[in-house]
């Protein structure tokens, strides 16, 4: 590919978005005039991102009432908008498109050092065959210049926003959620992390060691907050587990009780809920006389109804302090939330904040 090709490419990949470089942003379909961001005063509002992002993910999103993955979307959009704002801004005052301003300035931070070709020569000349290294010099420089071209893309879209006045204004939809059910950490912790879950759900089990991970890096800043949520169209046990799990509970015995039930090779049939009651060490009459009355129906039947009020339609589901955050995510993505949530509550109220002068 040439180099040119390949940096017009880069160009639409990095600062477009959803639209081609150089497409103005016409009003969108949702009207919103709430502000998205600044940039060096002036305004970007909602409308003007939802039509930077306005394709099938877009209103499927709007449609399906997905808060967390509208907001990814107007969050990329939002910052994409302001990346081809600025590189046309640049642009209009070389006096050159924004196509010749990406190549020359990807061209310039992308030089290539006669070592780094040897080394490449070095560390691949056994799969070249019989070429030698004077006729495969200018082959590797050209490989080795479009491995760097998005990172010097970036760099210089990146230098652009450092001497920019950027303020992003879009919020984080937050979801209200009552933390109720068995939990885990401090009660007073200032990040809560509720879970919908599912027994019979693999991807819930995937998710068990995960949020041990993330309880492990935050002991006292997260607390853990189990609800269930049977899915009872496709797991025809999932119920009656999560109702074993709140008997185990009358008897303080929660949490070994739950570790049995995603273990692999639980039988969430009565008999091996029965056998999971025994191992965890419960008082099996008891134990059994819960299960049978269905002594936990109504606490099941409430989480059931919280998650879809909550718009749960699969598990598992997590709100971190009201944010959503659906699947079997790395921890990295729980870290990202967490963090920016305990920056946010170190954060001087504006009654606490100093005053000026």
Known sequence: MHLHRLLTILAILLLAGCARLGTQAAPGETGDTTPAAHL??????????????KDELFRQASQDGDTSKLHELRSRGVDNLINERLVEREAKLRGIDAEQLMQEEATRRMGVTEAEVLAFWEGNKASMGEVDFETAASTIRQHLERRKAPQA???FVAELRKEADV?????VPRIEVAATGA???PDDAPVTIIEFSDYQCPFCRRAEPIIEQVLERYPNQVRFVFQHFPLDSIHPRARAASEAAMCAGDQDKFWPYHALLFGDDVDLEIAGLEAAAEKAGL???SFRTCVEERHHQAEVERDVSSGRAAGVTGTPAFFVNGIGLKGAQPVEEFAKIIDAELARASEPTPEEAPEEG
């Open 153 to 155: 893309a970036q760099q």
């Open 183 to 185: 939990s885990l950490g």
């Open 40 to 53: 060096d005063g002036a305004e970007i509002t909602v409308a003007e991102v939802d039509a930077w992002i």
């Open 283 to 285: 008082d099996l009459p």
């Open 167 to 171: 303020e992003i204004l879009i919020q």
